[in-house]
């Protein structure tokens, strides 16, 4: 079981931060873009090649984010209407996430198969993030499914903000 730490900058205007190892090597670089539209995530491995992309869709009535991981679409995330709070849906053929992903405390898993979790570290500056990655093969798709949420999140955040 590999273990890995992401841990968002909380004064980045664009959105740069890195994943870690136990030893605080960095595996993954995410660089958001900065007044671009569509808004877009990506996640670099260590010799700057793209392994996944969160793209927010535009002109869309309700928020949807599209999460591409090696060229493949593989999950979105879409909000729900509702007349109370906020509610999103992950949409993944074969992949399941169960616990409360809002605050960051879920399992991942694959047909019924557990292949990661994730959980949210206390008492840091900033948000850290725990990711378990059990199988190593869907480490790309965990890194990617952290990110894309924690986007959501922030959309969410800005949006109740502006008003």
Known sequence: MRQLY???KVFSLSGKFTVKDKEQQDIYYVEGSFLQIPKTFTIM???RKEIALITKKTFSLLPKFFVEVDGREVLMIKKEFTFFKAKYTIDAE???VQGNWWDMNFEV???GKVVGSVS???LTWGDTYEVKV????MEHLLIALVVAIDCVKADEAAAAAAT
């Open 6 to 8: 992401m841990k968002q």
């Open 45 to 47: 491995d260590p010799a």
């Open 94 to 96: 074969g992949v399941e």
């Open 109 to 111: 898993l694959q047909h």
């Open 120 to 122: 949210k570290q206390w």
């Open 134 to 137: 059990i199988d190593e093969e």
